[in-house]
């Protein structure tokens, strides 16, 4: 490891072309709080750096023909292995539109690693050969975007938010949506108890902390059967949830 990490956090390497890109959302609201504490470090690599000759060129036209630029193998493998270097055992992610889509399971898995590596590719695509560089590739989801740095950004912030001590009320990553229970998070309300003739339910100002916290993990089964139906196959239900018309609507429209 490099000198001065600690390694009780989570060290992030970003390679991109622009780590201009980076730096104002970086410096904000839990990522600042968070750096400041050194429980999470980043590190941005313009991987350009790492390229040769005076013009220090990282793309180069595609063998075979086609549009586009591709990105050239060498400076990214010049730039892994520095970062390897000091850090070998560092894990090394891939942002593509091919890669495996990216979900709260897998944040929870990258949360775990010492050092993560996000590689951020540009331009028409990657040497097919770079993808023999790194352990893994992930999407954010069916769609193209011009670089892979807000791909990066979401996968940051869904990762940093999961070590320990980045968020403060921790109980708040066990009531979300996508957390271990496997339902999207029951509704939230805040004053006033009254807006445009809506109300608050009365449970939640009951202070009867049971009946609160079965009301939540009611209305969490059935929103996750209304927008989320899928979710509820892997979902830990009681029988009486299972039971619930709108759960059961759900379970039969999967069959079909």
């Given at each position: 490891?490099?000198?001065?990490?600690?390694?009780?956090?989570?060290?992030?390497?970003?390679?991109?072309?622009?780590?201009?890109?980076?730096?104002?959302?970086?410096?904000?609201?839990?990522?600042?709080?968070?750096r400041?504490?050194?429980?999470?470090?980043?590190?941005?690599?313009?991987?350009?750096?790492y390229a040769?000759?005076?013009?220090?060129?990282v793309?180069?036209?595609?063998?075979g023909?086609?549009?586009?630029?591709?990105?050239?193998?060498?400076?990214v493998?010049r730039?892994?292995?520095?970062l390897?270097?000091?850090s070998?055992?560092?894990?090394?992610?891939?942002?593509?539109?091919?890669?495996?889509?990216f979900d709260?399971?897998?944040?929870?898995?990258l949360?775990?690693?010492?050092?993560?590596?996000?590689?951020?590719g540009?331009?028409?695509?990657?040497?097919?050969r770079?993808?023999t560089?790194?352990?893994?590739?992930?999407?954010?989801?069916?769609?193209?975007?011009?670089?892979g740095?807000?791909?990066a950004w979401?996968?940051m912030?869904?990762?940093?938010r999961?070590v320990?001590?980045?968020v403060?009320?921790?109980?708040?990553?066990i009531?979300?949506?996508f957390?271990?229970a496997?339902?999207?998070?029951?509704?939230?309300?805040?004053?006033p108890r009254?807006f445009?003739?809506?109300?608050?339910?009365?449970v939640?100002?009951?202070?009867?902390?049971?009946?609160?916290?079965?009301w939540?993990?009611?209305?969490a089964?059935?929103?996750?059967?209304?927008?989320?139906?899928?979710?509820?196959e892997?979902a830990?239900?009681?029988?009486?949830?299972?039971g619930?018309?709108?759960?059961?609507a759900?379970f039969?429209?999967?069959?079909?």
């Amino acid at each position: 490891m490099e000198a001065g990490w600690s390694s009780s956090g989570l060290r992030i390497s970003v390679l991109t072309l622009f780590p201009e890109m980076f730096d104002s959302w970086l410096s904000a609201s839990l990522f600042g709080k968070a750096r400041e504490k050194g429980l999470i470090e980043i590190e941005l690599v313009d991987f350009r750096q790492y390229a040769e000759g005076r013009h220090k060129v990282v793309d180069d036209t595609p063998f075979g023909g086609g549009a586009g630029m591709v990105i050239k193998v060498e400076p990214v493998a010049r730039a892994l292995a520095a970062l390897r270097q000091s850090s070998p055992d560092a894990h090394v992610v891939l942002l593509s539109p091919q890669g495996r889509l990216f979900d709260q399971p897998a944040a929870r898995r990258l949360s775990r690693h010492e050092h993560l590596v996000l590689l951020c590719g540009r331009y028409e695509g990657l040497d097919e050969r770079i993808r023999t560089l790194v352990a893994e590739e992930l999407s954010i989801g069916d769609y193209v975007l011009s670089g892979g740095e807000a791909a990066a950004w979401v996968v940051m912030d869904a990762v940093a938010r999961l070590v320990p001590g980045v968020v403060g009320q921790p109980q708040s990553l066990i009531d979300e949506s996508f957390s271990e229970a496997g339902l999207l998070e029951h509704p939230q309300y805040t004053r006033p108890r009254e807006f445009d003739n809506m109300q608050v339910p009365e449970v939640l100002l009951s202070g009867d902390h049971r009946a609160i916290a079965d009301w939540q993990r009611r209305e969490a089964v059935l929103r996750t059967a209304r927008r989320r139906p899928d979710l509820l196959e892997k979902a830990e239900l009681s029988e009486e949830e299972a039971g619930l018309p709108e759960v059961k609507a759900a379970f039969e429209a999967g069959e079909d």
